[in-house]
């Protein structure tokens, strides 16, 4: 039986450079990732869905209102985020701006929910770290009830109660599909299945495979929380060119500054080119040729039983030219290679 395997991109909005280096403005990187999309329309690309920072090193912190300029400009793929913050927003407004997204793309919104890995919002916007768990634990719970668009009726402790109150606008076909981002945390995959929302996995590193025992987890939670079974997507990071050669040179130093200035934050050791070439080999770095890049997807998919994969095709300050290109090889090449081998 062929296994179905829908095809996203995913971006950050990373701020970009030039060839010779010279970054792009915040507002320029916006306008390329609306072009970015439109390409991705037009190859037949299933999912875009961009991510929320508040840094300086990421164009995007107002997702919903970037993929309202691409629903403008696009027929038919589907516009998400990859992913909405939601412990430090607020879930009725997160709710409000999807179904308006969703009407002004006839239907095609969609939403990743999840702590994220940053933690800049959370200061931003008045939030006490230490409340972390609990706001997303509240706030999700929230969400569910939100997504029957039905009155509510609900209190906690993170934001005021709501009784019998109906959120307007609804959605014209009753409903927004809705994941939860993970990064491998046990307890988060646990928290998915009890809300019955589908799980997608940020695979960054390491063997995809070894995600495996989380869809497992997964799937036996949904069964004791006697829910139906529900699509496990996964989306890495990578970048496609003419070879694997040129795949590398072009994204290794892009992607080295990227993750060790990321890395300084967080206490972790700078990247060699050995890890580098190690992730493209055996790890979850989906960089080469078309060919390449489409093997990797299908081992990763078969492995893990996907339903979806997204490529993070944006990696620090990677052109926006070479981007157009890898989105071109993905969508013309790679895209057809896997679908015909998981036929």
């Known amino acids: 039986m062929a296994q179905q395997l829908t095809l996203g991109l995913d971006t950050f909005g990373d701020v970009t450079a030039t060839d010779d280096g010279t970054l792009l403005t915040h507002a320029q990187t916006i306008r390329n990732i609306v072009d970015q999309a439109v390409l991705a329309d037009q190859l037949g690309i299933d999912h875009i869905a961009l991510g929320e920072h508040h840094r300086d090193d990421f164009a995007v912190s107002s997702p919903e209102t970037v993929l309202a300029a691409i629903a403008g400009r696009t027929s038919h793929i589907r516009l998400g985020t990859g992913v909405t913050v939601l412990s430090s927003d607020d879930p009725v407004r997160v709710f409000e701006r999807f179904s308006t997204l969703d009407a002004l793309s006839n239907g095609r919104a969609e939403i990743i929910l999840g702590r994220g890995s940053f933690t800049e919002s959370f200061p931003l916007f008045g939030f006490d770290l230490a409340d972390y768990e609990k706001l997303f634990e509240e706030k999700i719970d929230l969400f569910t009830h939100l997504l029957r668009e039905e009155p509510v009726t609900w209190s906690g402790e993170t934001r005021a109660s709501l009784v019998n109150q109906s959120v307007y606008p609804p959605t014209e076909s009753g409903s927004i599909t809705t994941w939860v981002g993970v990064g491998g945390s046990p307890e988060s995959v646990v928290r998915a299945a009890g809300h019955g929302l589908p799980l997608m996995l ?28 529900l699509p496990v997507g996964a989306h890495s990071p990578g970048h496609i060119a003419a070879t694997d050669d040129q795949a590398r040179a072009e994204l290794w130093p892009h992607f080295r500054a990227n993750r060790d200035r990321i890395g300084r934050e967080r206490g972790w050791p700078p990247m060699t080119r050995e890890d580098f070439d190690h992730e493209a080999t055996d790890g979850a770095l989906m960089v080469g040729s078309p060919t390449t890049v489409a093997a990797k997807i299908v081992r990763a998919a078969t492995a893990l039983g996907l339903s979806r994969f997204d490529l993070k095709y944006s990696n620090g300050t990677l052109p926006h030219e070479k981007l157009m290109t890898s989105i071109e090889l993905y969508g013309r090449e790679v895209a057809p290679m896997v679908r015909e081998q998981l036929a």
């Open 202 to 229: 940020a695979i960054i590193g390491g063997d995809p495979v070894r995600f495996a025992p989380y869809v497992d987890l997964y799937k036996r939670a949904l069964a004791q929380f006697d829910r139906p079974e």
